[in-house]
């Protein structure tokens, strides 16, 4: 791929029409692009997994940085075209696959290497339709990843970042809180896109947290704990949990008896709480 080739060129060249099914909007913006690259930070001694590598401009540029570059893309046609333009970057590996199935530990053990970070950092331009199920998917390999640098939806982006007590915090917020330290770099406006989607865009880094914010009885439980304390935004504390399906064993007055216990006021509503808070409740309230 020539240093000058922008996505207009290639979509030009291929003749490439966007696909509304695979959520495809092809960042068009060469400042942006440049940017996101620069704040992941790569050095030569990363692997840096990309999602959605769409026409190769950003895995180009990835490539140019990075040890080894591992680049995701869902759709045969653009693969096609990435395995075209990128054919001279001898650390590139082009895998046709779903980012909801790909194993992000599979590149620490790939070819019996070992990289001196022993985690992985994350691009990705994520598809608005199902950013919720890929940042879970993320947070499942935690352990794996260094950092990432993601753009998404802004109102996503709002809910990751959000402080309590505001309107966009909610499981999001504090799921991800309490591995990822979060700071918001900047935002991309619709125009920057082909075709332009609906919304706006902005762009996140996430660093993983070298121990969460509190050290949990049972991840899982606490992101159970976390979803029924916002079961129904508009009801207390108390009242999502008490008729939450993970806390059968405990009658009413137990649960209120602990809340009392942690100095948290039960007619206080989930939005309210904070990270360490939720954190202390989950193992409080976790059974063994």
Known sequence: MRETATPKDLLKKYG?????????????DIHAIDKIVRIAGITGEDTVVEIGAGLGVMTARIAGKAGRVIALEIDGSMVTILKEELKDFENVNILETDVLRYDFSSPLRQDGLAFPTGRIKIIGNIP????????????????????????????????????????????????????FETSREFSVPAGCFYPPPRVDSAVIRMAVRENPCISLESGSFFQQVVRAAFGKRRKTLINNLRYSPILTRFPGGDIAAVLDRLGIDGRRRGETLTVEEFGRLSNALFFK
């Open 16 to 28: 490439v029409r966007p696909r509304k099914r695979l959520g495809q909007n092809f960042l068009m």
């Open 128 to 179: 608005y339709n199902i950013s919720s199920p890929i940042l879970f998917h993320l947070l499942d390999y935690r352990t794996h990843i260094d950092s990432m640098v993601l753009m998404l939806q802004k109102e996503v982006a709002d809910r990751i970042s959000a402080s309590p007590g505001t309107k966009a915090y909610g499981t999001l917020s504090v799921i991800l809180s309490m591995y």
